[in-house]
Protein backbone atom coordinates (compact mmCIF):
# COMPACT_ATOMS: atom_id res chain seq x y z
CA UNK A 1 0.00 0.00 0.00
CA UNK A 2 0.99 3.79 -0.75
CA UNK A 3 -0.07 6.70 0.89
CA UNK A 4 0.04 9.79 -1.62
CA UNK A 5 -0.43 13.96 -0.28
CA UNK A 6 -4.22 14.30 -0.66
CA UNK A 7 -3.68 17.93 -1.93
CA UNK A 8 -2.15 16.46 -5.06
CA UNK A 9 -4.77 16.12 -8.03
CA UNK A 10 -6.09 12.96 -9.56
CA UNK A 11 -3.89 13.02 -12.09
CA UNK A 12 -0.62 14.37 -10.22
CA UNK A 13 -1.32 11.09 -8.24
CA UNK A 14 -2.27 8.67 -11.10
CA UNK A 15 1.00 10.23 -12.56
CA UNK A 16 3.07 9.48 -9.64
CA UNK A 17 1.76 5.86 -8.58
CA UNK A 18 3.06 5.30 -11.98
CA UNK A 19 6.66 6.12 -10.66
CA UNK A 20 5.87 4.15 -7.74
CA UNK A 21 4.90 0.75 -10.25
CA UNK A 22 8.25 1.29 -12.03
CA UNK A 23 10.16 0.52 -8.72
CA UNK A 24 8.78 -2.61 -8.62
CA UNK A 25 9.39 -3.44 -12.18
CA UNK A 26 12.47 -1.95 -12.40
CA UNK A 27 13.98 -4.36 -9.20
CA UNK A 28 12.64 -7.55 -11.10
CA UNK A 29 9.08 -7.40 -10.03
CA UNK A 30 5.49 -7.88 -11.35
CA UNK A 31 2.04 -6.14 -10.66
CA UNK A 32 -0.59 -8.36 -10.40
CA UNK A 33 -3.73 -6.35 -9.93
CA UNK A 34 -4.09 -2.92 -8.64
CA UNK A 35 -6.58 -1.13 -6.18
CA UNK A 36 -6.86 2.51 -6.44
CA UNK A 37 -8.93 3.62 -3.34
CA UNK A 38 -8.36 7.29 -4.03
CA UNK A 39 -8.96 10.37 -1.96
CA UNK A 40 -9.52 9.56 2.09
CA UNK A 41 -9.26 10.77 5.29
CA UNK A 42 -6.19 9.88 7.26
CA UNK A 43 -6.17 8.12 11.08
CA UNK A 44 -3.96 10.89 12.35
CA UNK A 45 -2.06 13.59 10.63
CA UNK A 46 1.01 12.68 8.33
CA UNK A 47 3.78 15.06 7.28
CA UNK A 48 1.15 17.95 8.05
CA UNK A 49 -1.47 16.00 5.79
CA UNK A 50 -5.20 14.76 6.81
CA UNK A 51 -6.52 13.72 3.16
CA UNK A 52 -4.19 10.74 1.42
CA UNK A 53 -4.23 9.17 -1.76
CA UNK A 54 -4.38 5.55 -1.67
CA UNK A 55 -3.40 2.68 -3.64
CA UNK A 56 -2.68 -0.86 -3.26
CA UNK A 57 -1.13 -2.88 -4.83
CA UNK A 58 -0.69 -6.90 -5.57
CA UNK A 59 3.04 -7.84 -6.94
CA UNK A 60 6.03 -10.67 -6.78
CA UNK A 61 9.04 -10.20 -6.38
CA UNK A 62 11.17 -13.03 -5.67
CA UNK A 63 14.86 -11.37 -5.47
CA UNK A 64 15.41 -10.16 -1.52
CA UNK A 65 17.64 -7.71 -2.65
CA UNK A 66 15.11 -6.29 -5.43
CA UNK A 67 12.68 -6.14 -2.71
CA UNK A 68 15.09 -4.11 -0.38
CA UNK A 69 16.07 -1.46 -2.75
CA UNK A 70 12.72 -1.25 -3.92
CA UNK A 71 11.51 -0.19 0.07
CA UNK A 72 14.83 2.48 -0.47
CA UNK A 73 13.14 4.11 -3.02
CA UNK A 74 9.99 4.49 -1.74
CA UNK A 75 11.61 5.27 1.38
CA UNK A 76 13.43 8.30 -0.08
CA UNK A 77 10.37 9.38 -2.36
CA UNK A 78 9.54 13.14 -1.39
CA UNK A 79 5.93 12.48 -2.54
CA UNK A 80 5.13 8.98 -0.84
CA UNK A 81 3.77 9.87 3.04
CA UNK A 82 3.98 6.20 3.70
CA UNK A 83 4.01 2.52 2.61
CA UNK A 84 3.50 -0.68 3.69
CA UNK A 85 4.61 -3.91 2.40
CA UNK A 86 3.23 -7.54 3.73
CA UNK A 87 4.23 -11.01 2.66
CA UNK A 88 1.29 -12.68 1.94
CA UNK A 89 0.85 -16.85 1.15
CA UNK A 90 0.92 -17.66 -2.17
CA UNK A 91 -2.73 -18.67 -2.34
CA UNK A 92 -4.30 -14.97 -1.25
CA UNK A 93 -6.65 -13.74 -3.03
CA UNK A 94 -6.52 -10.29 -3.58
CA UNK A 95 -9.79 -8.86 -2.98
CA UNK A 96 -11.90 -5.41 -3.56
CA UNK A 97 -13.55 -4.61 0.28
CA UNK A 98 -14.65 -1.24 -0.97
CA UNK A 99 -18.41 -0.82 -1.31
CA UNK A 100 -19.73 -0.92 -4.98
CA UNK A 101 -21.83 2.40 -6.33
CA UNK A 102 -25.01 1.85 -7.76
Same mark, same amino acid.
Do not use: F, R
Given at each position: ?? $??? /??? #?????????? $??? /??? #????????DELIWGKKDLAYRMKKHEVGFYAIYHFTM????GMEEMKNELKIDQVVLRELIIKVDEDYTFANFLKEED
Open positions: MV $ILP /GDL #TEKEALTHLE $IVK /GYV #TSNGGSIGKDVK
